[in-house]
């Protein structure tokens, strides 16, 4: 299973990124996504996360400017990011639960690879 995330970059603060993260490879079925992001020096810290029926969670730091969304049929999280911060620049990391055909209700958490978010000021 791989997770490949895209749409980071530069922007500057005020302005908007979306980002994406789709799953491929072998696997039954993906249930809770996310994303989570690390700045330099800190701990890698939850964004959003959302159910595979929609159900959102949101860190405080970002509710109401940032929107989680996926699409189950191509196996794909985003993540809206409004009205950014310069202490929103960070590694932005998607994460999913992936169970497989040989253990269909066991979850695996697989990792993204990363992508910059930088925000200047």
């Known amino acids: 299973v791989q997770l490949q995330a895209s749409g980071g970059g530069l922007v500057q603060a005020g302005g908007s990124l979306r980002l994406s993260c789709a799953a491929s490879?072998?696997?039954?079925?993906?249930?809770?996504m996310g994303w989570y992001r690390q700045a330099p020096g800190n701990e890698r810290d939850l964004v959003a996360t959302i159910t595979r029926s929609g159900v959102t969670n949101y860190a405080d730091s970002v509710k109401g400017r940032f929107t989680i969304s996926r699409d189950n049929a191509k196996n794909t999280v985003y993540l809206q990011m409004n009205s950014l911060k310069p202490e929103d620049a960070a590694v932005y990391y998607c994460n999913a639960g992936v169970s497989s055909a040989a253990s269909r209700y066991r979850f695996r958490d697989y990792w993204g690879q990363g992508t910059q978010v930088t925000v200047s000021s």
């Open positions: 490879g072998g696997f039954w079925s993906i249930g809770d």
